[in-house]
């Protein structure tokens, strides 16, 4: 049985600054409480779970003690769901800390203010897809760690390093380093190879890249347009870049 | 000013059911309603607007009579508004009606069940993009002059003329067409040559296209992965194929 006090906890780690005091953040859905189970870069704090899914996951519980897994009952799993629908289980696992280390990924995104959640997981998941490990977020971005944005990442938060930087300094801090930024003036990404290593610079939503990362970027790149949509969307954009230069 | 009548009657308008008894729909803000001012796909029913907008559109407002655009005040667009910040504008439009014919569009795109509202305003707008005039949406997709859909499609409601029809039979009456379907064992789009004609066939989010649609397809067609996502978003995988292919 859930405590009154713990159900108001868990409600609080909707918002960013009980996750950061705490230094954790919620999951829900079997798929990705198992990839997060399974993953190096987060522990286990807690998992709440409805008999069914203890029942089919006798396996992986087995290697917890029933301290970090609790079983709750439907209506329980209700108050403290941040979902419209409900999926089974919610779990509760350690904000990961990674550096800003270039040593293990040869490609990195690297986000300036992406605002909106569903955006922000799309990017993580597309990245994981594209074998892309580490993700830079300016300090204005969204943080990656709302409910919303691990739920829209469907399980890649797990496969993901992201770390929270000054953008600026950090291109300053890679000078060898080339920076493609998308912009609506570059060149035709289909005519240029594919990269080994380098930055993908992917800007806010309505405002693009700023002035000042744009000009630190090595080469300006473009998806042609052949229609008479004025922009595309930021994680839609950054999919294609990826897609054709990784 | 607004009487409550009509208040609630603009709020109605959230409601599928209510929209097509009406056979109208709801968009916001200055960039979408420009575009639909201008489009040939709609007509107006009503434009809502604060002072700013009437004082920075006087050119596009003399085209129109004092019946068809009111001028409301803050709190009352903020009654009306659909949005979590009201955006100065808000318009009633005919909803358009168009038919399946194939011979004004070379490459259509056929959606299987989408049902995320943001997802299909994002497909809508990648599209638009990349030149593609008409999109067929089975029967059970998500109603595209919903206010979400309408407001992530960034104004290319205005521009790509969507249709809903059982796309099984849709398929049959076009056998010359070829149907490409993005599955998770398909042909390299990487190594397929840019098509000039054809259906590009999107699935569900969590079920992918259904197996029956997916018998019909002359191609099946994959994004390769390097990395350890499960699968890709519907939008994201379809702008991909979209990039690559048109």
């Known amino acids: 049985m859930l405590v009154k006090l713990k159900i108001k906890y868990i409600q609080s780690l909707g918002q960013k600054k009980f996750r950061d005091a705490e230094g954790v953040f919620i999951a829900e859905g ?13 522990r286990l ?18 290697n917890f003690s029933s301290d970090d897994i609790v079983k709750i009952s439907d209506s329980e799993l209700e108050r403290i769901s941040f979902l419209q629908t409900p999926n089974q289980v919610l779990g509760i696992f350690a904000k990961p800390i990674f550096n800003a280390d270039f040593d293990d990924a040869k490609i990195m995104l690297l986000l300036d203010e992406i605002q909106d959640p569903g955006n922000m997981g799309t990017l993580i998941r597309t990245a994981d897809w594209f074998g892309i490990k580490k993700i830079i977020c300016s300090n204005n971005s969204a943080d990656v760690f709302n409910p919303k944005v691990v739920q829209s990442s ?10 929270y930087e ?14 493609y ?9 289909f005519k240029i190879e594919k990269i080994k290593n380098g930055f993908i610079l992917i800007g806010n ?4 890249i700023c002035e000042e990362l744009l ?13 008479d949509a004025e922009s595309l969307n930021a994680a839609v954009a950054a999919a294609i870049v990826m897609a054709v230069l990784v």
Request: proline residues 5%.
């Open 166 to 179: 000054d953008l600026r300094s950090f291109i300053h801090g890679h000078p060898e380093v080339p920076v």
């Open 154 to 163: 469907m399980g890649s938060i797990a496969h993901v390093k992201i770390v």
């Open 30 to 42: 079997p798929k990705i409480i198992k990839e997060l189970l399974a993953s190096e870069n987060t």
């Open 205 to 208: 939503e309505s405002k693009g």
């Open 45 to 62: 704090i807690n998992v709440f779970a409805v008999e069914e899914w203890m029942e089919t996951n006798r396996s992986l519980i087995k």
């Open 215 to 227: 000009s630190l970027a090595t080469h300006q790149i473009t998806i042609p347009k052949s229609g």
């Open 181 to 189: 930024a998308t912009t609506l003036h570059g060149d035709d990404i």
